[in-house]
């Protein structure tokens, strides 16, 4: 076990620089001289252009820039952004939001979704089963910006129950909305997930064994059944935790999170290689630790996978 | 031109945001009300791009701050008639050459030292010297001596670069003393005084040279009515009365914060439930159908702005050569019936090739921004028909798709020609491609006066190497006429003139005004009496308490 | 999951050997008696035959498969026709479900939006589920280096924000003023949504390997001199084959949404093009105003999504044994 976590840890390290290798070069082919639309309707001077180009040494090969960017970073410096700011500064700020964000919308599709398939996989095809159903896929089907908007909307200026925007630093409570819409997709799926996984667990023997040696039905679903129908349900929940965070642009802007969302999406437009960098990488550790977690819980949840 | 960065429109850009209800907490005891001079309010803003440096902001996030913070030699009244003389006490001269600018005594930065004449000299100095690469660094183009401090790259882009100057101060700039300087320009130009409002040619006190521009673009020390108190990216900008403030536009509120939001649905939102007070513009989903009315009531305000949308034709490209084409396409497109059911009203269809709001600009001296079919059709005829398809360019990170959808669909019904809109992702590479020449076909330009004169409708847009000439027009006569505009001995004077080069620009039809803008604004039931200066920012000065 | 032994504390029953080749679970075995075998293709559509689910749910799919490839079957009108005077105008007799911003005809525009949505969300969910679930299948069964470098690589590629790889794939391929027509934008918006989202269908298919594999029958098969290719085919890829469906059938509502962002970002269909993506995006700003632009799209696609759910599930209900 011990050798395995090591190994996988060693494997972070290619990752690492294939991941962050890869994404400074999309930046850097994203088309577009990156101070062309800075000055509106009016052509930049090109002293300008010159000056700026020159700071951020943007006249470099590719494979320069992103060795300097590298070895900064692995000093631990992030550097600056086209505006000057310090990319930790923006992590720093950015990240917790992001993060709270994106728990909060795990823990409420986890315990909704969860809850939702748990109950009709053991009654398929009855009512509850339809209802769940049909209104996990107008969720899908529902663009977030409209879920957001028409929650924001009702709850904030209609009815006044939660500020239209979160705070500064958002507490748990103020992201309950927020977190809701950005999880309202996932939580779907993983409705249907666990009741794939229960419906098909439920004919398994250890279940039948389980409840002829006359367990309670508690026991049997919350024991048997449930934990090893969990591992598909897990495996997407690990996954899920870095795509919430990634994908939280539109779910930011509504309700006015601090979030790294938009700085991404600004940076990719703006070409500011290290920007984007500089975020993704700590999504992408993210990722991959869960990954390893969710690896790991497999074991635990189903003695039958080992790892040597 | 600054360009707004709130794409308030891309769908997915929606985005971030910002927000700060800081001020539902904090603000909370404030808002019993009443008390002005003790108040504070919170507007909407977007986070600037690059410090505050006056010379080096060219977008509405910072600039809006700048604009806040510092106060020129003359200032633009809301109604945007003729400017006053601001920190300056006169600008005199006798030939539109050289100027003397006497400025008034006792004004202050907001670190307690005196603006004086040199901190002008200074300032412009730093902006036009190339290597410090101030985005506006071409404005200070009218100056004598501007060439020799400020270097262009010889051969365009390209692998060479521009030589370093060879002095890094102008030689028309003089300091005569503490409180007079004169501007010497390397040819007569009448509307220059006009120019000086502009937030390029604002004063940097002293410490702005001990230390870097990165340094002080974090916090700035200007000489406006309001004083940085502190910055947090993304989040909000916290400014305060400046109490040694002497000019006319005192602020009678103690605070003012800017929260920095980048979606204006988010903002709406907090503007109707009170813990906005001022959004300077509000978004087409509450503009749509008038809700916005429902919604405010007399909290909203709708006032014009001197902003345009003009499309322009890549006139570099043979098939858009043809003058009787061009003004076939511009004479097809519905302005009235995209002002109505595009802008919901919000914006009124052009009339003009300046701006109602201009000084010297004249309504209805665009013959071509009428609809008419008929005409349309004979002189598509006349220029021998239109082969293959039609496409409008647009960028598309910001909401310009429906207007421009609207446009092509006009010219599409109106002449039967295979026209449509498109996209271009992003700002950057849009402005590239028209830089670069490589347009195939009209393309949005729009453009927000700098400073009150016809004159800024003309020179950058139409005259031949115009700073935001792009499509590449080129008529002699204009520029003849232009020319004689600029040296004209009085403001009259030099406004036929302009007219003049209007004329032949209005036959030659080398861009298609669309619409002029109305801005909606909204404030919250807290505040009272809120103005909107000439370019629809909020008048500080204007804010009380209820 | 799932196999004919127990999970954790349960001691192991004794017919444990007893499946070798098939994977029916016990109870199936009254029905049977009286038939010819079947393989496990004519049991799934013997099973599926007496589904009203599943006859529903083709008969709305088969429908808008008509739409798309026939729309004038189902409208004479041109669905990228506008006229500014109509515009926003509510759904009457005339049009049937009203007209757009632009004042084109919704109900025309929703038909014509058919094929790209259809085409484009099916496709790109088939070669996601191809390409994420024969890279899953790989892993899982070999396991080892194999699996280590197959899942590292899939890392490398989830890392890539979706718009930053969308925006350099297709800028690349789909440059501005480019004249490519719509089917071979279409296939290079599938290709980019395909290589940016395989791994996690690619995890799902792994993680329900390495639950499977080392599951009795299999063991039992591999015994028998059964090969890869075999174990595989007969035996796991049917019994993991479930969480991928279920995640495919809900991509389909997803990629028609991510088909519409890449629109709007300039990048994907151009304009005489519509999509109901496009359209719901649209219609975003007068949600308020004008709720139906938002209504009959979204509808659709609430449909669309369904019945591919609905399929999906039926199908897989029919050829999982387990659940007979």
């Known amino acids: ?308 | 031109m600054r360009v707004s960065k709130r794409a308030g429109a891309v769908a997915m850009t929606a985005a971030a945001a910002l927000v700060v209800a800081a001020c539902g907490g904090g603000d909370s005891g404030e808002k019993s009300g009443g008390d002005t001079a003790n108040g504070a309010i919170t507007i909407d803003g977007t986070q600037p791009e690059v410090g505050l440096v006056p010379a080096n902001t060219t977008e509405t996030g910072g600039g809006k701050i700048i604009d806040f913070m510092w106060t020129g030699l003359v200032q633009y009244p809301n109604d945007g008639g003729a400017p006053q003389n601001a920190v300056a006490e006169s600008i005199e001269t006798t030939d539109s050459k050289v100027y003397t600018i006497k400025i008034k005594k006792g004004t202050k930065f907001h670190d307690g030292t005196e603006v004086k004449a040199k901190n002008f000299v200074d300032a412009w100095n730093w902006g036009a010297y190339s290597p410090n690469g101030a985005q506006n660094g071409s404005f200070f183009s009218d100056i004598e001596g501007f060439a020799d401090v400020h270097t262009e790259d010889p051969d365009g882009e390209g692998p060479k670069k521009a030589p370093q100057p060879k002095v890094d101060k102008m030689s028309g700039l003089k300091v005569v003393d503490d409180y007079t300087f004169t501007v010497t320009l390397s040819a007569p130009f009448s509307i220059f005084p006009v120019k000086l409002g502009y937030s390029t040619f604002m004063p940097l006190p002293d410490a702005f040279f001990k230390t870097t521009p990165e340094e002080f673009g974090k916090k700035p020390i200007g000489n406006g009515p309001v004083k940085f108190v502190s910055w947090q990216d993304n989040v909000e900008i916290k400014l305060a009365r400046f109490d040694d403030y002497t000019l006319a536009d005192k602020v009678k509120i103690k605070d003012v914060t800017v929260k920095l939001y980048q979606d204006d649905t988010a903002a709406y939102n907090d503007l109707l439930s009170n813990n906005l007070d001022f959004q300077q513009q509000i978004p087409v989903s509450a503009l749509a159908g008038d809700k916005w009315k429902s919604d405010l009531g007399e909290r909203g305000l709708n006032v014009p702005i001197p902003v345009s949308q003009i499309i322009a034709f890549p006139l570099y490209d043979k098939r858009f050569q043809n003058a009787d084409l061009r003004k076939a396409i511009s004479l097809a497109v519905n302005r009235q019936e995209i002002a109505d059911k595009i802008f919901f009203g919000s914006r009124k269809p052009a009339n003009t090739w300046s701006n109602p709001l201009t000084a010297g600009g004249k309504e209805g001296d665009c013959t071509v921004c009428t609809f008419d079919p008929e005409q349309a059709k004979q002189l598509l005829a006349k220029a021998g028909g239109f082969k293959g398809e039609l496409v409008f360019y647009y960028n598309a990170d910001a909401s310009h798709k429906e207007w421009m959808e609207a446009v092509a669909q006009s010219v599409k019904n109106t002449l039967g020609i295979n026209a449509r809109a498109e996209g271009i992702p992003t700002f950057a590479v849009f402005r590239q491609m028209i830089n670069a020449g490589q347009m195939k076909g009209p393309y949005r330009a729009g453009w927000q006066q700098d400073y009150p004169d016809v004159e800024n409708w003309i020179g950058p847009l139409y005259v031949t190497g115009g700073s935001s000439n792009d499509g590449k027009y080129s008529n002699p006569q204009v520029d003849a006429a232009y020319k004689a505009g600029t040296q004209a001995a009085d403001a009259d004077a030099a406004h036929a003139k302009f007219a003049e080069a209007t004329k032949i620009i209005d036959q030659d039809v080398p861009s298609m005004p669309m619409v002029t803008v109305n801005q909606q604004s909204g404030t919250s039931e807290r505040v009272k009496n809120v103005q909107t200066t000439n370019v629809g920012e909020i008048d500080l000065s204007s804010v009380e308490l209820k | 999951m799932s196999d004919p032994t127990m999970g954790s504390m349960v001691t192991p029953p004794a017919e444990q050997p007893t499946v070798p080749a098939t994977t029916v679970a016990p109870d199936a075995g009254t029905p049977r008696r009286k038939e010819k075998p079947r393989g496990l293709l004519g049991d799934a559509w013997y099973d599926l035959r007496r589904k009203p689910l599943f006859w529903i749910s083709t008969a709305f799919i088969l429908l808008f498969v008509l739409m798309a490839a026939f729309p004038s079957l189902f409208t004479s009108v041109d669905p990228s026709h506008g006229e500014l005077s109509r515009s926003r105008v509510e759904p009457s007799a005339n049009g049937w479900f009203g007209y757009d911003v632009q004042g084109r005809d919704v109900y025309a525009r929703v038909i014509h939006g058919a094929e790209a949505s259809i085409v484009v969300a099916v496709l790109a969910t088939i070669g996601t589920v191809l390409l994420g679930g024969t890279i899953g299948m790989l892993a899982g069964y070999r396991g080892g280096w194999v699996d280590a470098i197959l899942s590292r690589v899939a890392d490398v590629f989830f890392g890539i924000p979706f718009v930053l790889g969308a925006i350099v794939i297709l800028f690349a391929l789909n440059p501005p003023g480019s004249t490519r027509d719509k089917y071979s934008i279409m296939g290079i918006v599938v290709a980019s949504l395909v290589i940016l989202t395989w791994p996690v269908s690619m995890r799902i298919m792994r993680s329900a390997v390495l639950s499977t594999k080392e599951a009795d029958y299999i063991v039992a098969a591999r015994a028998m001199g059964a090969g890869p290719g075999r174990i595989i085919l007969k035996h796991l890829l049917p019994n993991c084959l479930a969480p991928v469906l279920v995640y495919s059938t809900i991509l389909i509502g997803s990629f028609i949404g991510a088909e519409a962002t890449l629109s709007f970002l300039g990048v994907g269909l151009k304009s005489p093009v519509v999509s109901w993506g496009i359209m719901i995006n649209e219609a975003q700003q007068f949600i308020r105003v004008s709720p139906f632009l938002l209504l009959f799209p979204a509808g659709f696609l609430v449909v669309a999504v369904l019945s591919f759910v609905m399929l999906g599930e039926t199908v897989r209900e029919a050829l999982d044994p387990k659940l007979r």
Not at chain 1, 116 to 138: C, I, K, P, Y
Not at chain 1, 249 to 254: L, N, Q, S
Not at chain 1, 273 to 291: D, E, K, P, Q, T
């Open chain 1, 1 to 308: 076990m011990g050798r395995y976590v090591l190994r996988r840890l060693l494997q972070l390290i290619p990752v690492f620089f294939g991941t962050t290798f890869l994404i400074y070069y999309l930046v850097w082919a994203v088309p577009g001289d990156p101070f062309a639309g800075k000055c509106g309707d009016r052509r930049c001077p090109d002293s300008y252009i010159q000056f700026m180009t020159e700071k951020y040494h943007l006249d470099d090969p590719i494979w320069m820039q992103y060795g300097t960017y590298m070895k900064n970073l692995l000093q631990g410096d992030f550097g600056q952004n086209f505006s000057g700011r310090d990319i930790s500064d923006i992590l720093i700020t950015a990240y917790p939001n992001t993060l709270k964000l994106a728990l909060v919308a795990l823990a409420i599709e986890a315990l909704i979704g969860l809850t939702a398939g748990v109950l009709t996989g053991l009654r398929r095809n009855g009512f509850l089963d339809n209802l769940v159903l049909v209104s996990t896929l107008f969720l899908i089907a529902l663009p977030t910006f409209v879920t957001g908007f028409v929650l924001q909307y009702l709850f904030g200026v209609q009815w006044k129950i939660i500020n239209p925007t979160v705070s500064n630093s958002p507490t748990f409570a103020e992201l309950l909305v927020p977190g809701f819409v950005l999880g309202s997709i996932s939580m779907a799926y993983i409705a249907r997930l666990a009741r794939t996984s229960i419906a098909e667990n439920r004919r398994a023997d250890y279940v039948r064994t389980a409840i002829a040696k006359g367990l309670p039905q508690r026991r049997v679903v919350g024991v048997h059944l449930l934990r090893n129908s969990l591992i598909p349900v897990v495996t997407y929940l690990g996954t899920d935790l870095g795509a919430l965070m990634g994908g939280a642009i539109i779910t930011e802007g509504i309700f006015g999170i601090n979030g790294i969302g938009r700085t991404v999406y600004r940076s990719i437009v703006t070409k500011e290689g290290a920007v984007v960098v500089s975020i993704v990488v700590v999504l992408v550790l993210v990722y991959l630790l869960m990954n390893l977690l969710v690896d790991l819980l497999y074991a635990a949840l189903d003695p039958r996978i080992r790892y040597e």
